[in-house]
């Protein structure tokens, strides 16, 4: 009867030792997991407020474009309606001095497009594509 009660108290040990070990695992990988997660939530965010950045940026520069686009469109309705030809037959130089000064401008507004368009990237965070 005794070595049936030992056999149980035996077998009960390796049993007790067995679930504390498979526990053990589980407590690491539950811990690891929970880093994984709490580094995720991390991406998540930084790239919904990346997102948010992009998209706050891309309506500027929409509107931005549709000014361009009205300045344009006033440019082309005045040069057609502009007697060109005329004008530069009868003040070349003052022509001249128009021209250039009207392509000055456009620079300049070419510049300040080109570097609003190169700030866009300015506050981003690039995610590491560490394995």
């Known amino acids: 009867m005794q070595q049936i009660f030992i056999g149980i108290i035996l077998i009960l040990g390796f049993v007790t030792y067995y679930l504390y070990s498979e526990n053990q695992i589980l407590i690491a990988n539950n811990s690891a997991l929970e880093g994984a997660v709490a580094t995720q939530e991390e991406a998540i965010?930084?790239?919904?407020?990346?997102?948010?950045?992009q998209?706050?940026?891309l309506q500027d520069i929409t509107i931005k474009s549709q000014a361009a686009q009205k300045e344009l469109n006033r440019y082309t309705q005045f040069i057609q309606n502009y007697q060109l030809a005329t004008e530069i037959l009868a003040d070349p130089v003052k022509m001249e001095r128009k021209i250039n000064n009207g392509t000055t401008h456009i620079m300049?507004?070419?510049?300040?497009i080109?570097?609003?368009?190169?700030g866009l990237d300015n506050g981003l965070q690039l995610q590491s594509t560490s394995d």
């Open 45 to 53: 965010s930084s790239i919904q407020a990346d997102f948010k950045l």
């Open 55 to 57: 998209t706050q940026q």
């Open 108 to 112: 300049e507004n070419i510049e300040q």
């Open 114 to 118: 080109s570097s609003d368009v190169d």
